[in-house]
């Protein structure tokens, strides 16, 4: 069965919000240890987010795996989506949306969000995407963000996440 709600903004934006408080208690004195710290909290709310999308990513595609009336096309479908590993917009998100709703759903939910906000979130996924990966993938890099800002871009595209959820819940209503 599908989840009643599947990007959960108090979820992220609990955990965002505590990292950044933390981040903001060691940002006022600058010693080893706190340039440390300051580097794991921005590392650790690139990484949330990330997996936040990710997890979204798989809950969307619920919505009309749900819907199938056979148990063995559930679990083929269910497995394919398990496998995604990632959340940039053409990639992972597109992919998830055309497996479980078809070329035909994906258009009416890129239809129904309309290109503007497509762009923005593909964007913004894109920029997260390469912040992650720049955190995950090297102990010594500056990292490219601090909580702060990966909140603003959860900000930005929290809203055109809703958008794509009703689209696709209407989708669902209209079509299975």
């Not at 998100?93 to 709703?101: E, H, L, M, P, Y």
């Not at 909580?147 to 603003?152: D, R």
Request: aromatic residues 10%; contains cysteine; proline residues 2%.
């Amino acid at each position: 069965m599908s989840k009643s709600c599947v990007f959960a903004k108090t979820e992220i934006f609990s955990a965002l919000g505590i990292l950044d408080r933390e981040y903001k208690k060691v940002y006022k004195k600058s010693t080893v240890r706190n340039i440390r710290l300051m580097k794991a909290y921005s590392k650790m709310a690139i990484v949330a987010s990330g997996g936040w999308v990710e997890d979204g990513i798989k809950n969307l595609s619920e919505i009309s795996i749900s819907k199938l009336s056979e148990p063995r096309t559930q679990k083929k479908l269910v497995d394919i989506i398990d496998k995604i590993h990632g959340f940039s917009y053409s990639s992972h998100f597109s992919r998830g949306v055309i497996n479980t709703f078809g070329a035909h759903g994906f258009e009416f939910i890129e239809a129904e969000v309309g290109d503007a906000d497509i762009a923005r979130l593909s964007s913004t996924l894109g920029k997260l995407k390469a912040w992650r990966d720049t955190a995950a993938h090297s102990y010594v890099t500056t990292i490219p963000c601090d909580p702060s800002t990966v909140i603003s871009e959860m900000k930005t595209i929290f809203p055109i996440l809703k958008k794509v959820e009703a689209s696709a819940r209407l989708y669902r209503k209209n079509h299975f």
